[in-house]
């Protein structure tokens, strides 16, 4: 067996991977180890294998995400906190042969934007709704989120969530499944190479059901938020798997129009 | 060629000139007393002949973020509503504003504060002028006194929206709104096509081609010196808009002696009070204000060099006198007279108010 | 038979350092630099290069995107 130096193998030839052309050159804002960034990347690569760069309007939320212009290479509009599917529907009813996505996180699509996200996906909006769930509010420093778990502590509620005063966490994704607008539901991580698999398969779903024309494709990532939870980003997604999991199961929800039986 | 003319309410116009203007989108939300405007579109279904969308939103708020989404693709898009709805879009439109997109945005005022009253008012006049939401922006908006302009200002409202890239407001009211006159209906004109709006709209949210780098509609900048240089940016437009587009009607102010100042509804009512006071020998002359934003601040200087006083007609505590006597500088005495609530006032009254304040005053 | 051989290139500049990589590496080739970038961050590198075989587990759970990968085959 002959032996081969580096050099021989970082070649253009052998490039079986880099970061995907869809995206701008700029330096993620995201904190190390968030999902944010990997998230971004996938619907990027997903844009760029189906070629609609030039066809694609994304929506960026308030939030951690609110910069997602600056990071992906297509035209993209900024919405108001919580407004991005009832400013999706309008790109999509005006344009309605061009892939349109909004990319919100829990605050935004959750708690203040929970009217617009529940018709949206109830008028069956042909638009796809990437949901990143942290279970917090990261862009303003770490308050309870709509999806903050019981017991979980967050900067307004340090002592962990008591769902007798602070209510229960909103499994929204459910909620959304049983509309009849909505025709794709996922709930997805982006945090081992394998769920980043499965995460880039539902996406690429999510976008393809666009051309179907049979309503709202919606994917729920539950991510980590290793700043607001205090942990480093490794420990993050292992906390993750150990407490997010459980409340917040991976997999299928609805496709196809039909709810997967568990 | 053959005038095409119909009777039809206020709000039946603006949604007929939406149509005929070639607009793109209507977003809505019921309220009183503008829900005709939706309701004539769904009737009219101009998404069967013009592929114009007309969708009825969840609330006010849905409905101006979709005027954002569709107005960010370069497409002429509105909304519609009265006052309370009005107060929930402010949201959306200082977005709007600080996006600098181009829509057009109906507000029949009815009384307030509050859930107050379905009657006309005028008590908006502060909201629509002076921003609305929060940050420093301004609407050009425009103030219909008949159901004819309340047709002509949509495409009015429409050119000076795109070429300003700003949002513009037809401050009408309750009144307008609800009243059937003679409108003389102009032609349909076709909607723009893709690669016009294009051309018009380079900076539009229409997909990236190859050919040029992405588009982004955002209000955000996070560096506070660009933040101010944009501001700076919108304050310099704002100044050729005062510039440029100030409308206004001088009815009998050669010779007059006094001055009613008013818009709208106040403006037709003022009409018969002038035609009441030139009887009785009182020289009385109108400013019909027909762009709100910009102020007609120039004109009304310029006659208090001339004139007794000035008589600020509006059904309001007073909110558009604030701008007259900003205008007058002191050179002549300016007094206000509302009725408040949904009431109208009669010309009756407007005549007392003005013999009373101003010329025994 | 044939062998696999693969590389990284990673964006020094552009890695935070977060260790995501680190587990997902079936071969136990990375690890984070002694040394910082210019952010301050240690930075992600390859320890045992021969170990690589180019399977990009590392690259895509890469939050950043700072990961190129490399494969070849070796007779």
């Known amino acids: 067996m002959s032996e081969i130096e580096l050099k021989d193998i970082i070649k253009k030839e052998n490039l079986v991977y880099e970061r995907s052309k869809v995206m701008t050159d700029n330096v993620l804002s995201f904190c190390p180890g968030c999902g944010h960034g990997t998230a971004h990347r996938l619907v990027a690569e997903v844009i760029e294998e189906m070629d609609i760069q030039s066809e694609t309007i994304g929506v960026s939320p308030v939030g951690c995400s609110v910069l997602m212009y600056n990071f992906m290479d297509i035209d993209m509009q900024q919405a108001a906190h919580g407004r991005a599917p009832a400013v999706a529907t309008a790109i999509k009813r005006v344009m309605p042969e061009k892939f349109v996505f909004t990319y919100q996180g829990d605050g935004d699509l959750a708690a203040i934007g929970t009217a617009e996200t529940i018709h949206a996906c109830n008028r069956g909006e042909n638009i796809t709704i990437i949901f990143i769930n942290n279970g917090i509010y990261g862009m303003t420093g770490g308050q309870m989120a709509p999806t903050t778990l019981p017991g979980m502590p967050a900067s307004t509620c340090p002592f962990g969530r008591d769902v007798e005063i602070m209510g229960n966490p909103l499994k929204i994704t459910e909620l959304i499944s049983q509309l009849a607008g909505v025709y794709y539901v996922t709930r997805q991580s982006v945090h081992t190479p394998r769920n980043v698999r499965s995460a880039k398969k539902a996406i690429k779903k999510a976008f393809e059901n666009q051309k179907l024309n049979r309503g ?18 490794v420990a993050a997604n292992k906390w993750m798997e150990e407490n997010m999991f459980p409340f917040y199961p991976l997999g299928d929800i609805k496709v196809d129009g039909e709810i997967v039986s568990k | 060629m053959e005038k095409e003319l119909r009777l039809m309410k206020g709000n039946e116009a603006i949604a007929e000139a939406a149509i005929r203007s070639g607009a793109d989108a209507y977003f809505g939300y019921p309220i009183t007393p503008q829900s005709e405007v939706i309701e004539y579109l769904m009737l009219q279904k101009p998404y069967e002949t013009t592929g114009m969308v007309v969708l009825q939103a969840e609330s006010e708020v849905a409905a101006i973020n979709m005027v954002y989404g569709a107005a960010a693709c370069g497409r002429m898009a509105m909304t519609s509503s009265s006052s309370p709805g009005i ?32 009657q006309p008012s005028q008590s908006d006049y502060f909201q629509s002028t002076k921003g609305g939401g929060h940050g420093d922006y301004r609407l050009i ?6 159901v004819q302009e309340m047709f002509d200002f949509v495409e009015l409202g429409f050119d000076l929206a795109f070429k300003y890239r700003n949002p513009v407001m037809i401050q009408s009211d309750g009144i307008i709104g609800q009243m059937m006159e003679k409108v003389e209906l102009g032609p349909q004109k076709p909607r723009r096509k893709p690669e016009d709006i294009a051309k018009q709209c380079p900076w539009a949210t229409t997909g990236k081609p190859v050919t040029r780098g992405h588009n982004i509609i955002t209000s955000l900048d996070l560096v506070a010196a660009n933040q101010e240089k944009f501001n700076l940016k919108l304050i310099e437009k704002y100044k050729t808009i005062r510039e440029k587009e100030v409308r206004y009607e001088l009815i009998n102010c050669d010779d007059a002696e006094y001055i009613l100042v008013a818009y709208g509804s106040s403006a037709r009512l003022c009409m018969k009070a002038m035609d009441l006071l030139r009887a009785k020998g009182i020289k009385v002359g109108i400013v019909r204000l027909i762009t709100l934003f910009p102020f007609p601040s120039k004109i009304l200087n310029e006659l208090a060099g001339k004139v007794k006083g000035f008589l600020a007609v509006e059904m309001s505590a007073g909110q558009m006198v604030e701008d007259v006597e900003l205008a007058v500088k002191c050179k002549a005495p300016v007094e206000h007279f509302g009725r408040l609530g949904g009431m109208i006032p009669s010309p009756e009254e407007i005549v007392e108010a003005l013999e009373q304040k101003i010329i025994g005053g | 038979m044939a062998k696999i051989r693969g590389a990284i290139v990673v964006d020094i500049e552009k890695c935070k350092g977060c260790g995501v990589c ?20 240690n930075y992600c590198y390859m320890k045992k290069p021969e170990e690589c075989i180019g399977c990009a587990n590392c690259a895509i759970v890469c939050p950043d995107g700072v990961i190129s990968v490399y494969k070849v085959k070796v007779a």
Do not use: M
């Open chain 2, 141 to 146: 908006v425009l103030a219909p006194a008949s």
């Open chain 1, 216 to 233: 709202v494709s919606f994917i729920e990532i539950v991510s980590n938020c290793n700043s607001g939870w205090k942990l480093s980003p």
């Open chain 3, 22 to 41: 680190i587990p997902a590496c079936p071969n136990d080739v990375l690890e984070l630099a002694k040394e910082v970038n210019g952010k301050g961050y």
């Open chain 2, 87 to 118: 107060s929930l879009k402010q949201e959306g439109i200082s977005y709007i504003a600080g996006a600098e997109l181009p829509c057009l945005i109906l507000n029949v005022v009815r009384g307030g504060p509050g859930l107050g009253t379905i």
